[in-house]
């Protein structure tokens, strides 16, 4: 389970309450995530009043995403760091997809990664800023088309090179139908590590990360909460510690059945190696000085005689005394 990355995305689902922050630090931590990722904006920087939902409005009414950002918007740069600090201390991964520019340079001693979300792949301006910061960049590629991936991977390139991209279906909640995890392939031609960013509900998100994992995938990204029932955001389509726990069990799993990557047998096996296959026997009674033909032998369960590998060696050779029907053949029984 070393080489899984499981990135509990909490976003603004704290809801700009530092309890309800480390609250969802320590539930992540406790489900078995190696880091927690926050989101860094301020509404009227990403946002304008035109703006309007791309989300599940079942489930978050709001229409405006101008409003419903600056529920959320409420840190400061004295939060975060006493979040960092908390995530040193708990020993979990700190990361952050800063959506201006104005934070970057605050955040860029203190993350493992920055994130540059789906929506900012065309923001040129901040995509250069955070490459220009030598942080690893996660890139994630929800709703862009090859060539504006390739364009925002030759960015970052000109000044960082330790790139992660994330496969993503940017709709919130993604049908595990259009989960389109084939083009995880396609990502990787352009050769840098391939993760997932998850937005299907809990209920199809294991057997789609499961489908990741057997892909290849090590790096996931699940928004987490608390509480899957609290209405509104990204509460109802988010990890709690248990599906995260669920996850981790299901990948060992997972794991012990693919087993071994180099073709042997088991020590379970080794009973059957002896019985159900089949040792060299005679096929009749047989006189001594006879010189054996095929005719004379048979194949017969168990194997714990002769293999028929070896038939061809016995093939013309004379017996030393007599055999009977059914008995295994010996090496000793021929004369040298």
Same mark, same amino acid.
């Given at each position: 389970?070393?080489?899984?990355?499981?990135?509990?995305?909490?976003?603004?689902?704290?809801?700009?309450?530092?309890?309800?922050?480390?609250?969802?630090?320590?539930?992540?931590?406790?489900?078995?995530?190696?880091?927690?990722?926050?989101?860094? $904006?301020?509404?009227?920087?990403?946002?304008?009043?035109?703006?309007?939902? $791309?989300?599940?409005?079942?489930?978050? %009414?709001?229409? !405006?995403?101008?409003?419903?950002?600056?529920?959320?918007?409420?840190?400061?740069? @004295?939060?975060?760091?006493? =979040?960092?600090?908390?995530?040193?201390?708990?020993? =979990?991964?700190?990361?952050?997809?800063?959506?201006?520019?104005?934070?970057?340079?605050?955040?860029?001693?203190?993350?493992?990664?920055?994130? =540059?979300?789906?929506?900012?792949?065309?923001?040129?301006?901040?995509?250069?800023?955070?490459?220009?910061?030598?942080?690893?960049?996660?890139?994630?590629?929800?709703?862009?088309?090859?060539?504006?991936?390739?364009?925002?991977? %030759?960015?970052?390139?000109?000044?960082?090179?330790?790139?992660?991209?994330?496969?993503?279906?940017?709709?919130?909640?993604?049908?595990?139908?259009?989960?389109?995890?084939?083009? =995880?392939?396609?990502?990787?031609?352009?050769?840098?590590?391939?993760?997932? !960013?998850?937005?299907?509900?809990?209920?199809?998100?294991?057997?789609?990360?499961?489908?990741?994992?057997?892909?290849?995938?090590?790096?996931?990204?699940?928004?987490?909460?608390?509480?899957?029932?609290?209405?509104?955001?990204?509460?109802?389509?988010?990890?709690?510690?248990?599906?995260?726990? %669920?996850?981790?069990?299901?990948?060992?799993?997972?794991?012990?059945?693919?087993?071994?990557?180099?073709?042997?047998?088991?020590?379970?096996?080794?009973? !059957?190696?002896? @019985?159900?296959?089949?040792?060299?026997?005679?096929?009749?009674?047989?006189?001594?000085?006879?010189?054996?033909?095929?005719?004379?032998?048979?194949?017969?369960?168990?194997?714990?005689?002769? !293999?028929?590998?070896?038939?061809?060696?016995?093939?013309?050779?004379?017996?030393?005394?007599?055999?009977?029907?059914?008995?295994?053949?010996?090496?000793?029984?021929?004369?040298?």
């Amino acid at each position: 389970m070393k080489d899984i990355y499981f990135i509990a995305e909490i976003g603004v689902n704290h809801e700009a309450n530092l309890q309800k922050a480390y609250d969802h630090i320590i539930s992540a931590k406790k489900g078995g995530a190696q880091a927690i990722k926050l989101q860094s $904006y301020k509404a009227e920087k990403i946002v304008s009043k035109h703006a309007k939902a $791309y989300w599940d409005k079942k489930e978050e %009414k709001e229409n !405006s995403q101008l409003k419903l950002y600056k529920r959320y918007d409420g840190f400061n740069e @004295n939060d975060y760091y006493k =979040i960092y600090k908390f995530c040193k201390k708990l020993k =979990i991964d700190f990361i952050v997809t800063p959506f201006d520019l104005d934070t970057i340079g605050f955040f860029k001693n203190k993350v493992k990664y920055f994130k =540059i979300s789906s929506s900012d792949i065309t923001n040129f301006p901040l995509i250069k800023k955070i490459a220009k910061t030598k942080v690893p960049v996660i890139l994630s590629t929800g709703a862009s088309n090859k060539n504006e991936v390739k364009n925002a991977v %030759k960015l970052i390139e000109k000044h960082n090179k330790k790139i992660t991209l994330l496969h993503c279906i940017l709709n919130y909640p993604t049908k595990k139908t259009d989960a389109n995890l084939n083009m =995880i392939d396609d990502l990787r031609k352009l050769n840098y590590k391939v993760g997932l !960013s998850d937005h299907t509900i809990p209920k199809d998100s294991h057997e789609v990360l499961i489908y990741a994992y057997l892909k290849g995938v090590k790096m996931f990204e699940k928004h987490f909460t608390l509480n899957k029932k609290k209405r509104g955001n990204d509460h109802f389509h988010s990890f709690n510690a248990e599906d995260l726990r %669920k996850f981790f069990i299901k990948i060992s799993n997972v794991d012990k059945i693919l087993g071994k990557n180099k073709k042997s047998f088991l020590k379970s096996e080794i009973k !059957s190696r002896k @019985n159900a296959r089949r040792s060299i026997f005679y096929n009749k009674n047989l006189n001594a000085n006879k010189n054996i033909t095929e005719n004379d032998l048979i194949m017969l369960r168990p194997g714990t005689g002769i !293999s028929p590998t070896y038939i061809r060696f016995l093939i013309g050779r004379k017996l030393r005394k007599q055999k009977s029907k059914g008995e295994f053949v010996k090496l000793s029984d021929f004369k040298k």
